[in-house]
């Protein structure tokens, strides 16, 4: 069974830093591109990263960029964003993603809550 596991999430103040981790099971995280998305109150889903199967591609949503990293540990199926200079606007629940081969299909996490408030 897959299985993506988000972990991480918590309330900090603006400017801080939050690591969120993707641990994923069922499926080798080395094959595959994986994501970040985030999902604010009330609104739709936003990409915010993606990573190569790799490790070595990153691309960002010019909202994050240069202020969030996404890595991984393919050694250790994770995923991982580092997130500095957290904004209000940046309060989400926050899903790790990725589209498989094998089994098919789209997979999310259940997601884990980030909360930007002073």
């Known amino acids: 069974e ?23 099971s069922g499926f080798t995280l080395g094959g595959y591109d994986m994501s970040w998305v985030r999902q604010a109150p009330g609104k739709g889903p936003e990409w915010v990263s993606r990573i190569n199967s790799g490790g ?3 691309y960002y949503a010019d909202s994050v960029k240069g202020r969030f990293t996404i ?3 393919n050694t250790k199926n994770t995923l991982y964003l580092q997130m500095n200079s957290l904004k209000v606007e940046d309060t989400a629940v926050y899903y790790c993603a990725t589209v498989l081969i094998a089994p098919p299909g789209k997979y999310w996490g259940q997601g884990t809550q980030v909360t930007i408030s002073s």
């Open 2 to 24: 897959v299985q993506l596991v988000e972990s991480g999430g918590g309330l900090v103040q603006p400017g801080g830093s939050l690591r969120l981790s993707c641990a994923a």
């Open 56 to 58: 070595d591609i990153t």
């Open 71 to 73: 890595s991984r540990d």
